[in-house]
C-alpha cells in the first residue's frame, strides 16, 4: 500500500487527510501526519472567538477518535526535522523515522516578527507576543490579567482582529501601522480612512506611519515603544501581527527549490521541485504568489489528493484572493483589483460620511466589467459584485449606479441568481459552484441543512449562506417544488408570518385568525402556537373564554401533566432565592397533600402528584404564603439561575442575586416559540452556568457581559457574547429587544440556540438589529417588552379567584370522586406512582378471594 | 354505535357549563367519559376517556381540532389523535378507543353508556 506522509496538521494538511477520508480513498493508501503543535488540526481562521466565549475545543476540526476511526496514524507533539528524499524517509524531533512513497508539505506559516532591539528575558517572553496559536491566544490571557495597555504592531487584518482580541480582554488598546492607512494591501485611501474613523469610535488608538525603532523598559508600564519619528508609546503588553512568513526551513533543508523570498515553489499540480514532494496551503509559493487564505490551500489539498490517486486532476489554477470580513463590528470587503492597478482601469467612488459608507468599483476602460472593488461600512453589495467580477459578467447598469443601490436605476443592479452561470463559485471555503447546489436540489435537498451537508457549502466562514440559499430556493421554485414553512394545514403561513399578522392587524383571537387567514378548524399544533402569539402581544389571561381551547393541557390546568396524569407544582423561586419561612411553607403543604418533592435543575423546588381537584387548593395556600406561579408548564421564562455572587462569595464582583432577581421578575409573563431560561454569574468563574442558558450575564469589573442563545437539553451549544460591560439599564434594554426579536421571527418550538442558527447574518445581523438598530424597530420592540411586562399577572392568582374556572378542576363534572386508576407505592420515604408491574401485582391481591 | 337496550340515557351536564373547544369527563354507571364541545360546527362528541398509550384517564384535557378534515382529539401525553367521530386512532391503524351516543335536550346534555 502507497503510503503518505503529511508533514503538519493545521488547517490545509487536515483538508488534505479529510478529502482522502471524505472519498474513500483511505483503503489504497496508509497516511501518516505530524504536527509541531500539540493538539491536531483546529480553526485557526475562527482564532479570535476564542476571546468571545469559544474553547480550544469548540474549535477543532479534528479528532482523535475519526483519525483512528479512519485509520489514520497521528503524533502531536512531534516535529519533523530532517526528510531524506534519496531514501524517501522522514526524521522527527523525537528520533521517529517513517518512510514514504508521498510526502505532502503542509507546515503553514510564521507570524514575522521584525527585527526591532527589545528585551530579552522571561517577561518579555510572556509579554511580548504573536497571534497564530492556542498556545498564542493562552499566553496573550495571561498577560492580559496584569496588563493595562496593549499595543498590536501591524494594522492589516490580523492586526485589526488582534485588537479586537486585546480589546474584550478589558485592555486599553492601541494599533500601530508602517503604512500611511490601516489594511494598506486590501482597501485604498479613501476606505482607509472610512475604516479608522470607525474603529477609534471604538475605542481604539490608532497610530499610522510609525516606524518601530526599539523596545525599552518603561517607566509606569512594563514597556515604551520609540518610533523613528522620536515619538514614543507606552504599553504592557505588545503583539505583532506585521504579516506571515512561510513556514519553508524544513524544504529548505531537503534542498528543494525555494522562491527568492522564501515559499516552496510548487507547479499547477502542487508538486515541488522533487515531484514525489508536494507543497500545499501557506508554505507553497505558485507563479511568485503565496496564498495567505485558507480557501487557496483547500484547493491544492483536492488538487494533490487528485493527482496522488492518479486521477484526471483539476489543475490548481490560482484563487481569488477576494475577501468580506467583519472587523470589530465593522464590515470591510475587497475584491480583486482594488487599486486599479491593471492598465486603463477607471475607478468610481462614494464617500458618506454621514453613514460611514466607503464604496469603491473598479471597471475596465469601456467600463462594462468589474475588474475589483472596495467596500467599507457596509458590504451588503459584496456577494452580487463579487459574482459579478468571477464570471466577468457584463455590468447591469452604469458603474456608478452601482454605488447607489437605492435609486430606480440601482435597483435594477441587483441581479437575480438565475444570472449566474452554472461554473459560478458560490462557497469559496469548499469550493462549492452553483452547479453543485442546484445538483444538489435536484437530487432531493429542500433545505439548507441538506446543502451543508451534502456540498459542504456555507460550512466554512458562512460568508456564502445568504446566496447559497437564494440559490437553492430559486433552484427549488425552477423544479416546482413548493418552498413551505406553513405551520400546518391550516395556514399557510410561518409562525413569524403569523406572529406579523396578529401584531399588524391586532386581531385578538383564534377564531378571528382562522376565519380571516386559515381554515379548517385548527390542530394541535397550530391553536397551542396562536395562543403562544396571542400572549406575546395582548398577554390576556390564558384561560380567559376566547383562549381556553387553544392551551395545551399543561396551560390549561398551569401545570405539567405527569406520566399518571397527575401535575406537577413549581412556584416560582426567583434567582433560586428563597426565605426559611417559605421553604417551610412548601414542606407543609407537600405533607399535607402527600406531594414528592424534588430540588429542579433549575434551582427551585417541585411538588408532583397532584390530582386536579387537589390543584387549586395547594395553590391557594401557596399564594396565601406570597408565592407566585412558576411557569414550568409554560413556553416562557423557566427560571433565572443565579450564583451567590458579591453578596458573600470572595471572587464576586457584581450582585449577581439582585440581577437575576431583577431578570426574572421583568421576563417572568412573556410567552415565547419554546421555554426560556436565564443565568447570571457574579464572576468569570461561572458557576451559574449562564454560558448554556439562552439569555447568559456574567459580571466583570466594568459591567455585565452579556451571551445569547446558548442552550443545554439534547444538543448543547454555548452562547455567543453579544456585547460587554453594560450597565443594568442597556443590559435589560438588549434583553428586551433579542428577546421581543426572538418571539416576533422564531419558528414554533424552536428554541433560541436554533433560531440564532438559522437566522441569516447569525450574531452579527442579531447585533445590527439589537445594537445598531438596523431596521428601525428597537422602540417598537422595547414598547412590545413594556406592555408585557405592565401587564403581568399570576395565572394561579386568577384562577384561584374565579369560581367557574374552578369548577374545570375536579375529574368528573357530574361526580366529586377522584380517578379510581391512581396507584401509589412509596419510596424513600415518599409517594410515587406504581408501575406496571406493581399494579398487576396490586390487582391480584384485590381480587384474590 | 347502535342503541342497545341496555343502555339508557344518563344526563351528564348542562351545555352552559362547558366552555366551547374543550372537553370534560363524566362518570356514568363506573366508566369514564370525555365529552367535548367543538365550538365551530357546534357539535358535541363522547369517548372513553382512558388513553390507551398513555394509560392514564385524561383524554377529556387533550387539545381538539381537525386532521385533514376529520375532528379529532391529541392525547395530552403523547399526542396520538383519535376522531371523535369514530374513535379511531389516526395515528395507529390497529387502535381504536369506544364513543358513546349524545343527544341535547335543552340544555342538558345525555349521554347513551
Ligand atoms: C423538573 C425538571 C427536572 C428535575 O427534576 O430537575 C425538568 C423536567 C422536565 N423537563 Fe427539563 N426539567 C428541568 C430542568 C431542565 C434543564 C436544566 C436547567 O434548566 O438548568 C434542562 C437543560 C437546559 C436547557 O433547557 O437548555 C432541561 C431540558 C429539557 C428539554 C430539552 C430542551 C432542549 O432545548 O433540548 C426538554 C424537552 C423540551 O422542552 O422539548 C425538557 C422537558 C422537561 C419536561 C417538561 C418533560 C415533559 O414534557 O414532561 C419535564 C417536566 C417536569 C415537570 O412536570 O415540571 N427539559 N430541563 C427541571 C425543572 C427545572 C425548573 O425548575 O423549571
Ligand atoms: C488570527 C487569524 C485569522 C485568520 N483569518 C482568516 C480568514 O478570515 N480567512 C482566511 O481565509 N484565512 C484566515 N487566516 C489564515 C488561515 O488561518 C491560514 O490560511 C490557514 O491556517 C493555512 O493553513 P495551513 O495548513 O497552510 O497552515 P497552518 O494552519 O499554519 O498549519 C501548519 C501546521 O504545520 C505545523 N508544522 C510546521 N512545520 C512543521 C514540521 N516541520 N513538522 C510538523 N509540523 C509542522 C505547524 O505547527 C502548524 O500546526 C487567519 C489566520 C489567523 C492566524
Ligand atoms: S431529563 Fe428527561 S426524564 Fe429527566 S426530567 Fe428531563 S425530560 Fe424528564
Ligand atoms: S464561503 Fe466560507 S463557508 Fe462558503
Sequence with gaps: MERIIVVGNGMVGHHFIDQLIQQDKLGQVQVTTFSEESRLAYDRVQLSSYFSGKTADDLMMTSPEYYDEHGVQYFVNDKVIEVLPEEKIVVTASGRRESYDKLVLATGSYPFVPPIPRPEDKAAEENILVYRTIEDLEAMTKSGENSKVGVVVGGGLLGLEAAKALKDLGMETHVVEFAPRLMAVQVCDGGGAILRTK???????????????????????????????????DTDMILFSAGIRPQDQLARETGLELGPRGGIVINNQCQTSNPDIYAIGECALWEGKIFGLVAPGYSMAKVTVDHIAGEQA???????????????????????????????????????????????????????????????????????????????MPLPVAPEYLLVPSSEEGAAAAMGVDSLPDSAQICSCFDV?????????????????????????????????????????????????EVS??????????????????????????????????????????????GSILATFWNDYVLKDDHISLQDTNDIFLGNMQKDGTYSVVPRIAGGEITPDKLIVLGEVAKEYDLYTKITGGQRVDLFGAQLHELPKIWSKLIDAGFETGHAYGKSLRTVKSCVGSTWCRYGVQDSVGMAILLENRYKGLRAPHKIKFGVSGCTRECAEA??????????????????????????????????????????????????????????????????????????YLKEVVIEDKLHICEELEQNMHHVVESYQCEWKSTVNDEKKLARFSQFINADEPDNNLQYVRERGQRRPATEEERIQTIEIVEAP | MSELATETWTEVCRKSQLSPGTGVCALVKGKQIAIFWEGISDQIFALSNYCPFGKVNMLSRGLIGDFKGELMVASPLYKQRFSLQTGQCLDDESVSIPTYQVKIEGDAIKIAA
Design chain 1, 691 to 764: 454560558q448554556s442558558k439562552d439569555i447568559g450575564i456574567i459580571a466583570t469589573e466594568g459591567g455585565w457581559g452579556l451571551y445569547v442563545c446558548g442552550n443545554g437539553g439534547m444538543r448543547p451549544r454555548h452562547a455567543d457574547l453579544f456585547a460587554t460591560d453594560l450597565d443594568d439599564v442597556t443590559l435589560m434594554r438588549y434583553i428586551d429587544r433579542v428577546l421581543m426579536f426572538y418571539v416576533r421571527t422564531a419558528d414554533r418550538l424552536q428554541r433560541t440556540s436554533v433560531w440564532l442558527e438559522n437566522l441569516e447574518g447569525g450574531v452579527d
Design chain 1, 433 to 481: 459552484t452553483k452547479g453543485q447546489i442546484c445538483q444538489a436540489v435536484r437530487d432531493g435537498a429542500t433545505t439548507m441543512g441538506d446543502i451543508k451537508a451534502t456540498t459542504g457549502a456555507a460550512t466554512g466562514c458562512g460568508g456564502c449562506s445568504a446566496l447559497a440559499v437564494q440559490v437553492m430556493n430559486a433552484e427549488l421554485e425552477n423544479l416546482g417544488v
Design chain 1, 199 to 233: 474603529i477609534e469610535e471604538l475605542g481604539v488608538k490608532v497610530h499610522t506611519e510609525k516606524n518601530t525603532k526599539e523596545i525599552v523598559a518603561g517607566e509606569n508600564t512594563r514597556y515604551r515603544m520609540n518610533f523613528a519619528d522620536g515619538s514614543s508609546l
Design chain 1, 314 to 392: 483539476k489543475e490548481f489554477a490560482g484563487a481569488d484572493m477576494s475577501t468580506k470580513l467583519k472587523l470589530m463590528g465593522v464590515d470591510v470587503a475587497s475584491i480583486g483589483d482594488a487599486h486599479a492597478n491593471t492598465e486603463g482601469a477607471l475607478s468610481y467612488s462614494l464617500s458618506d460620511e454621514a453613514r460611514q459608507v466607503y464604496k469603491k468599483v473598479v471597471t475596465n476602460a469601456a467600463g462594462d466589467r468589474l475588474l475589483g472593488a472596495v467596500l467599507v461600512g457596509d458590504a451588503d453589495d459584496y456577494g452580487n459584485w463579487l459574482q459579478l467580477f468571477l464570471n466577468d
Design chain 1, 485 to 530: 414553512n406553513d405551520i400546518c394545514e391550516h395556514f399557510a403561513h410561518s409562525r413569524a408570518e403569523l406572529a406579523d399578522i396578529v401584531r399588524v392587524k391586532k386581531i385578538k383571537t383564534f377564531e378571528q385568525l382562522l376565519s380571516e387567514h386559515g381554515k379548517g378548524h385548527g390542530c394541535e399544533i397550530c391553536k397551542p402556537a396562536v
